[in-house]
Structure formats: structure tokens, C-alpha cells
């Protein structure tokens, strides 16, 4: 409905919750920040790679970690068995070592890391999530987590005890030196990893330190195509999105004043692109505010719209786009913007 996006665009120009002043020196205490933590800063407990000995929750007496399994009071979870982020490898090198251990009622977490790791290497940590409820029938579940910038502290309960966690991908405003990174959040549904499409997008205050970040905002990128749908006509044979609706100008440091223009930006995946050709608009001009160039989108067309920021670009000179026109649901009010398309990829620009 119309309303959800109209909501949208509140949050953007007026609500705290949408732009955030936090800046964080490391991401353990971002994770920190995070409501509903599973694991606390102080039952971290160093093991490299040693046994660990003790009385936890009267249920923890031992735990043993390598690189083939672990060991809960004798009971052997084998690594091969871990249900795998999508994207991450299992870990079969003998190099591994455990690093830090976390406790939780019904739940263990290990850091693992591989001493000889070097480079941008270093940024990624083996996450092992242990669920032990049912312990005492030897049916434990054993998840392996995103390693990027990856921590047990992270891991979180929802208000219903689901299990989120974040995937922490780098941000690209140009060139090959990431200017940030997004934290998209991910639960665990029966036994599987899941995306709750909400994400948090943070820019580095530094870009030659990937450790020190602002968080910008944690409600204008969604990946909920439905929603889109209910509030704009778009008549175009799209899949998977990524969307964004942003003020211009953008005030991130604090709540923001009044915008001149609001701005919808969204990519899709497309599975053809003969719907392309066919594409008519009465309208050829369009202007390109100086945010356009979103550091979520894929790297052609981001920097199309860089290049092109702060000008009124005429759409048909530009061969992969066409104008696009179409209307907002509710009020049937007409919005004029354009396309464009590389490879399997459709890109929608429209001013609101």
C-alpha cells in the first residue's frame, strides 16, 4: 500500500531510527549495541584450541574443538556436519585453532582462526553455532556462520527466540577500495538460513581502516519486492530486488531537515531483456541528484549515475537505458524515470 512507502519516506526525513550518529571503533561493539545478544562480552573465554574445563549452566563440562570436530561433554559433533552459510566453505585444514569460546544456556559459540591468515585474510573468523537443547539425547545442531568481520556476539534472539545473525558484505562507491560495509540480517528458520530483508549500511571514517565506522541507516534499503509492488505500478518481468528510497539533500549524521526531491532507486534481476525494446516514455530527461550513486548497486550501474550526477541526462543517448514511466498505486499520480539493463541486471531510477 501506499502507505508503507509514504512511511517509508517519514522515517527518512524525520525519524531517528533511520539515520544514526553511532560510530563504532570495531564490530564487536557494534555487535554489542544489538538488543537480545545470546552471548555477553563477559562469558568470553580464550581457549586456542585447548580443551575447555569447567560448570556451566550445570550442563557444560567439557568442550573440545579441532579441525574435524566438537566435543561437548564426550559427544562429538563432526565440522563436515554443519549446516553452511550459503557462500562460506567448510573448514578442513589442520591449521584451524579455536580462539574464543562463548556460553549460553541452551547454545555454544566458537571463534576459530588460522594463525598463518595474513592481509584482508585476517578479517574473516570461522563462527561455529552450537544449538544444545536437546544435549542430553546427543541431537545437537551445529551452524557455521558468516566469517566476514564475524563475531559470536552478533548472534541474537528475536522477540519470538528466533536466531538472527548478520552477513557483513563490503560497500564499493568507486574503485576497488571498499568505502564500507552492510550488515544484512539473516535468521535461522527450521534448520536454514533465511533473510529477514532488513539491512544496515555503515561507511567507513577511514577507508584504510575497515575496523572504525558510522552506521548511516537501518530502514531505507529492503529487499521486500512485494511492498514495492503494492505501492508503485511496475509493469516489468523482474525477480529479486534491492530498493532504496532516499531525500536529496541527505543529512547523515543527525535527523534531517526538509528534502528538495525524494528519489526511488532500485535493481532487479531480470531472466530476459526482450521486454527492453518495447519500452516507451514521453519523457527523455531526467535529473540525477548527487546521492544517486548508492554504494549498494552493481558497479556499472553506479558509476553511470556518478557520472551523471547533478545533470539532467538525456535517457536516449545512453544505449542499455530507456525512459520508464509509470504511476503510484493508490493516487494514480505519474512519475517519469528510466531503465537500464547489463546483462541480467535492470536498474530502475525514478524521481517521486
Request: net charge positive; hydrophobic share 35%; charged share 25%.
Amino acid at each position: 500500500m501506499i502507505k508503507k512507502l509514504y512511511l517509508c519516506l517519514t522515517l527518512l526525513l524525520f525519524a531517528n531510527s533511520s539515520i544514526a550518529i553511532n560510530i563504532y571503533d570495531d564490530y564487536e561493539s557494534y555487535y554489542q549495541s544489538l538488543q537480545n545478544s545470546i552471548f555477553k562480552i563477559q562469558n568470553k573465554q580464550e581457549i586456542k584450541n585447548l580443551p575447555w574445563e569447567g560448570d556451566a549452566f550445570k550442563k557444560y563440562k567439557t568442550i573440545v574443538f579441532n579441525h574435524q570436530f566438537i566435543a561437548i561433554n564426550g559427544k562429538r559433533i563432526p565440522l563436515k556436519n554443519a549446516k553452511i552459510f550459503k557462500g562460506e566453505i567448510p573448514d578442513t585444514d589442520s591449521s584451524i585453532i579455536g580462539d574464543y569460546l562463548f556460553l549460553a544456556k541452551n547454545h555454544i559459540c566458537i571463534e576459530a582462526i588460522y594463525p598463518s591468515a595474513s592481509g584482508s585474510s585476517v578479517r574473516h573468523k570461522s563462527i561455529y553455532l552450537i544449538d544444545t537443547k536437546k544435549i542430553a539425547a546427543n541431537k545437537m545442531t551445529l551452524y557455521k556462520l558468516p566469517s566476514l568481520f564475524g563475531s559470536c556476539l552478533g548472534v541474537r534472539f528475536s522477540n519470538k527466540d528466533e536466531i538472527y545473525l548478520d552477513k557483513v558484505s563490503y560497500l564499493y562507491d568507486s574503485g576497488d577500495q571498499p568505502s564500507g560495509v552492510v550488515f544484512e540480517e539473516n535468521k535461522i528458520k527450521m534448520g536454514k538460513f533465511v533473510s529477514s530483508n532488513k539491512k544496515v549500511t555503515a561507511k567507513f571514517l577511514d577507508t584504510e581502516n575497515v575496523y572504525r565506522f558510522e552506521i548511516h541507516s537501518n530502514t531505507s534499503i529492503t529487499n521486500d519486492i512485494s511492498e514495492l509492488r503494492q505501492s508503485i505500478n511496475i509493469n516489468l518481468p523482474i525477480e529479486e530486488s534491492t530498493w532504496e528510497i532516499f531525500g536529496t539533500p541527505e543529512d547523515t549524521r543527525g535527523v534531517p531537515g526538509p528534502t528538495d526531491y525524494t528519489t526511488l532507486l532500485a535493481e532487479f534481476k531480470i531472466k530476459n531483456t526482450d521486454f527492453f525494446n518495447a519500452l516507451q516514455s514521453s519523457s527523455s530527461k531526467v535529473g540525477i541528484v548527487p546521492e544517486a550513486a548508492r554504494p549498494w548497486l552493481s558497479e556499472s550501474f553506479r558509476m553511470m549515475l556518478d557520472k551523471h550526477k547533478n545533470s539532467a541526462l538525456d535517457v536516449n543517448k545512453l544505449h542499455f537505458c530507456k525512459p520508464y514511466s509509470t504511476s503510484v498505486k493508490e493516487s494514480g499520480r505519474l512519475v517519469n524515470g528510466f531503465v537500464c539493463v547489463n546483462d541480467n541486471h535492470l536498474m530502475l531510477y525514478l524521481p517521486l
